[in-house]
């Protein structure tokens, strides 16, 4: 009878890691769950073939931009940088309203952010419009596999 319940225990525990390193794995990685075609999954490949990509001057603006106000002390790209805060595929997290938030510190980020981290963000207000634009559609372009 002892037996019996083991192997029940044990069966269920197995399930149950199973099932729990599953669902951590969607978690982590969404794009799993996309359609590919085929039965209702997406294919990413055909999904970023049907993106423009924008003018590569305004992506090498973007870069410059973020370069001179040295983005890379607390974030990285490509390995380069501050590994606390990558932005790597950046472009499939947000859209572009929503990295002009994160970069000029918008007021709904309060209480999201530290108050130093707030505050450092607020000076990013200042950049022309020009160059904010043009650091968002860098940003954006980091999700193509456009090379950095």
């Known amino acids: 009878m ?3 319940w083991a192997r029940r225990f044990v069966l269920i525990t197995g399930l149950l ?5 599953t669902i951590f794995a969607i978690l982590q990685n969404p794009n799993m769950l996309l359609d590919t075609g085929k039965g209702g999954e997406k294919d990413i490949v055909s999904e970023r073939s049907e993106i423009i990509l924008p003018d ?3 992506i090498q603006s973007g870069t410059q931009v973020y370069k001179q ?29 929503e990295l002009r938030d994160w970069i000029t510190g918008a007021d709904a980020l309060q ?27 860098y940003m954006q372009s980091l999700n193509y596999g456009v090379p950095r």
């Not at 890691?17 to 390193?21: F, G, R, V």
């Not at 106000?69 to 309203?97: F, M, W, Y």
């Open 69 to 97: 106000q040295s983005c890379a002390q607390c974030h990285s790209i490509a390995g380069k940088g501050n590994p606390r805060n990558p932005l790597d595929d950046v472009g499939t997290k947000h859209n572009a309203e």
């Open 17 to 21: 890691i199973l099932l729990l390193t």
């Open 56 to 58: 590569s001057k305004i």
């Open 2 to 4: 002892r037996e019996q």
């Open 111 to 137: 209480g999201k952010l530290s108050g130093h981290v707030m505050k450092k963000k607020l000076a990013y207000r200042e950049l022309s419009g020009d160059d904010l634009e043009a650091l968002i559609i």
